[in-house]
């Protein structure tokens, strides 16, 4: 990564330090630098290039190679090679960083309060970028001349804003504009000062940042938190908040090291934090759940506007339900009509659609939930060369993943493809990804499921070869490359739904894989999912069907003490679909099981968003021990061994009408899933002698799940792996399609 990051002016200002000659310039394969001078001052400059590396810059491999001397009279920046983007990467949006946050505040510097501050260390990048190379005439920045002032540090090697392809100041860059809800002007000398004013008298923000806009309020104020629920139909979804400082963050939730860390980098991704009961925060920003999703300013913008009357501001993602977020000013106004009151825009075009990041600690490593901005486009290094594929993702929080050599480029989080807008979106992603990697596979990777969009935009694609690719056998394999291991591994996928190879909806799969690959070896036992999508929407129905499998006839009964469903119509309804399974697939899928125990014990008969059943079920676990419930293994030399749940089922149950709290229930339903996983990781071990498990699958971001399964794991002789560069979720799908279809390739399969 040593595009648009002061790579060469740091190569020249450590070259001059030590007193050498030569020259820096960028080439087809990276940069490249001549010095000469005494070995001892060679070898500094060496060990300097290593030490003080630019904060956005990553360095892959050096090479060095001893040259006769020329005896060069200076240090030089020669210009680039012709080709000179070829192989050099696009650096992700960065965080303000400190040099530049002290001007911001400073009455005597002149980019005193410009919201548009930024240097070779900081700043927009990929959220401007309209074609490569890197340079300001393929950005949005390409309709502001530079000022003299500007101009001579862009020029300045010596410089931190030497090629900082979007520096600026009031007097030649962007400029802020307060618009009304119909997108009028407002008058004003200082458009923040009165947004801020605004946001303190409640009303709603739509705020353009990097990679799009935010739609905001004051997260003090509960009024304003559910004035915005209402308007944007969010009832009850976590909403994300933005602090000004980590002092600030520490008020209102734990903090650990590692959290501190991820927080405070430059990437600034939202991060799950356990909430402090402050009384700072409203209870509508994320109510029935343990954790904040807070994140530290990231654009100057951002600095200006959490002033001291804040001690934070919600700022979540501008879109409807299903769509993405909004980038344009006209596009802001048309989308939001209804929601924002007031849109704080600007004249720098948002050209590459960018979704804040997310992440968790777990086992002291930080998880992304979804890999955006700040992290997006810098590639995954991948553990051998692979021939050129185009992944497309699946249908939930797709992204698009493209090989070249031995990087994989996985999109920026697209989203689900439940509308137009967001189908629109997936194509724009799709054509970014191959600006920026300058290549255009012609084999494609998609998923087994049909009716999935990206499946059927495979299709349309032109095309060599289609490979479609089982879902958890992409989940196990994004989780081989995200840790760079290679061969046949246990793989447990564990999520709510992927097509499986029999028809059925697959989501507790114990694998035996490797990257052409997998062996089914178990699974959890199906589960019939009364109405299909109806279900996942409405945990009860599950319920009911546990209620069926385990105690048969007797089942509605159970189901009325219960309060699962609401006269007896329904009951005999229910009774219909399950039997004949009408409109009602089969699942497997772990996040099916949470859906319904979180039903049978009362905590939530109905779902507003993705994940919100388990999300809870997690909540009322948190910080409890109890032992788990007793389930069987049953064992067929010929079919998939298969888990057997009744007796957890019946166990709790047992519990619920002795009294038990839900809490302890909670905790033993999460130690038996836990127990589940080494048992039958052990089972896997004595059949093949594989000791290396792979986690992933969007239930490993129950962070409960998670922990608990390395420890036993561990505990047990195995040797875990996790993910932590790409979501375990189904963001990381792509990546994990994209290397079995270039591994079947590879090898001529």
């Not at 149950?653 to 127990?675: P, R, V």
Request: hydrophobic share 40%; proline share 6%; net charge negative.
């Amino acid at each position: 990564m040593v595009q648009g990051v002061g790579f060469r002016p740091f190569i020249y200002r450590v070259a001059v330090k030590n007193g050498l000659t030569g020259f820096v310039q960028n080439r087809p394969e990276g940069v490249v630098a001549e010095v000469e001078g005494p070995s001892a001052f060679v070898d500094a400059f060496g060990a300097d290039i290593r030490l003080e590396l630019p904060p956005l810059a990553c360095i892959t491999n050096i090479e060095c190679t001893d040259l006769e001397i020329r005896h060069d009279q200076n240090f030089q920046i020669i210009p680039s090679d012709a080709k000179g983007h070829a192989d050099v990467h696009i650096t992700p949006d960065s965080a303000t960083c400190p040099d530049c946050l002290q001007e911001l505040f400073d009455p005597t510097n002149r980019r005193f309060r410009y919201p548009f501050i930024n240097c070779t260390n900081c700043g927009p990048r990929l959220t401007i970028i309209n074609a490569i190379p890197y340079d300001r005439a393929n950005t949005s920045m390409a309709c502001f001349p530079l000022c003299r002032e500007c101009l001579v540090e862009y020029e300045n090697p010596a410089d931190r804003r030497f090629h900082a392809e979007p520096n600026a100041c009031p007097v030649c860059g962007p400029q802020l504009t307060l618009l009304n809800a119909e997108g009028k002007p407002v008058e004003t000398a200082d458009p923040v000062k009165t947004a801020i004013d605004l946001l303190s008298s409640g009303h709603v923000l739509a705020v353009k940042g990097l990679g799009g806009f935010h739609l905001s309020v004051d997260a003090g104020s509960s009024e304003a938190v559910k004035i915005l629920r209402t308007r944007k139909y969010r009832e009850e979804k976590p909403l994300a908040i933005m602090v000004r400082t980590i002092d600030q963050a520490m008020q209102i939730a734990c903090v650990s090291p590692e959290e501190e860390t991820l927080l405070t980098s430059p990437q600034r991704p939202i991060v799950l934090l356990k909430k402090i009961q402050s009384g700072l925060i409203s209870d509508s920003v994320a109510p029935h759940v343990p954790n904040l999703g807070i994140m530290l300013p990231y654009a100057p913008l951002h600095h200006l506007l959490l002033d001291d009357r804040f001690t934070a501001l919600v700022m979540t993602s501008a879109n409807q339900i299903d769509e993405p977020i909004c980038t344009g000013n006209r596009e802001a106004i048309d989308r939001l009509q209804g929601i924002a009151d007031y849109y704080l825009t600007h004249n720098r075009d948002i050209l590459v659609r960018c979704d804040d990041s997310i992440a968790f600690v777990a086992d002291r490593k930080p998880r992304l939930m979804r890999r955006s901005r700040g992290y997006i486009p810098q590639p995954l290094h991948l553990k051998e060369t692979y021939p050129p594929v185009l992944a497309l993702g699946g249908q939930l929080k797709t992204t698009h993943c493209i090989l070249k050599g031995r990087f994989a480029f996985v999109s920026p989080h697209i989203g689900d493809m439940e509308t137009p807008q967001a189908r629109d979106f997936f194509h724009e992603s799709l054509a970014l990804m191959k600006r920026i990697t300058e290549s255009d596979p012609q084999i494609i990777a998609c998923d087994l499921h049909p009716a999935y969009y990206s499946t059927q935009a495979a299709q349309e694609l032109p095309t060599e070869r289609i490979i479609q690719v089982q879902h958890h056998h992409a989940h196990i394999v994004s989780c081989m490359v995200d840790n760079q291991i290679g061969g046949d591994v246990i793989g447990l996928a564990m999520d709510g739904t992927g097509y499986g190879t029999d028809g059925n909806a697959w989501g507790g799969e114990f694998l035996i894989a490797n990257e052409t690959g997998f062996q089914r070896f178990g699974h959890l036992q199906y589960l019939v999912l009364p109405g299909g999508e109806k279900a996942i929407r409405e945990p009860r129905r599950i319920a009911a069907s546990l209620l069926r499998t385990v105690y048969g006839a007797s089942w509605q009964e159970l189901a009325h003490k219960l309060n699962l469903i609401p006269d007896q119509v329904q009951v005999e309804l229910f009774e219909k679909i399950i039997d004949g399974k009408i409109h009602s697939p089969m699942s497997s899928g772990l996040g099916r099981l949470f859906d319904g125990v979180a039903a049978l014990i009362g905590l939530r008969l109905s779902v507003s968003f993705e994940g919100q059943a388990a999300m809870e079920l997690e909540a009322l676990a948190a910080g409890s021990t109890a032992p788990p419930y007793p389930f069987d293994i049953l064992r067929n030399d010929d079919n998939p061994y298969i888990v057997d749940t009744t007796a957890m089922i019946r166990a709790i149950l047992a519990d619920l009408q002795a009294g038990q709290s839900k809490t302890i229930i909670a905790a033993s339903f999460h130690q038996t899933i836990i127990d589940v996983f080494a048992v039958m990781a052990g089972e896997i071990r004595k059949a093949t002698g594989l000791n290396r498990v792979a986690l992933s699958g969007g239930c490993f971001q129950n962070k409960i799940l998670l922990e608990g399964a390395i420890n036993k794991l561990r505990h047990s002789g195995f040797d875990v792996y996790s993910h932590s560069q790409v979501p375990s979720n189904d963001g990381g799908i792509s990546l994990g399609q994209a290397v079995i279809a270039a591994s079947m390739i590879k090898k001529g399969m």
